[in-house]
């Protein structure tokens, strides 16, 4: 079992900045993906960022240029340092990793985390 441990979410005023933290644990040979995402109510979950084992990146159009993220691959941990906040950025926020967790097999799984709630006031 992979267990996820997300942080860093709360209110902040609209321009200002959060960085949130979704750190992965236990079962882990290798992760192919990490990424975050985010959902209001009545809505459906939607990629904000992604990241590769190789790096590669992909934002949704509406954080470019203001969201970034970035992964530590020695503490399993991936980040989202986020600027110039909106209020349409309030949701939950959900981190997700697509993880190996064996040897023997090419198998992958992936592992959502919590949630954590971000407020932007305007």
């Known amino acids: 079992q992979v267990q996820l441990v997300e942080s860093g979410g709360g209110l902040v005023q609209a321009g200002g900045s959060l960085k949130l933290s979704c750190a992965a644990s236990g079962s882990i040979v290798s992760i192919n993906s990490m990424g975050w995402y985010r959902q209001t109510p009545g809505n459906q979950r939607e990629v904000v960022a992604t990241i590769t084992s190789g790096v590669s990146i992909n934002y949704s159009n509406s954080v470019k240029g203001r969201f970034t993220i970035s992964r530590d691959n020695a503490k399993n941990t991936v980040y989202l340092q986020m600027n110039s906040l909106k209020p349409e950025d309030t949701a939950v926020y959900y981190c997700?990793?697509?993880?190996?967790?064996?040897?023997?097999?090419?198998?992958?799984?992936?592992?959502w985390g919590q949630g954590t709630q971000v407020t932007v006031s305007s």
């Open positions: 997700k990793v697509i993880v190996r967790t064996t040897t023997w097999t090419a198998a992958t799984y992936q592992y």
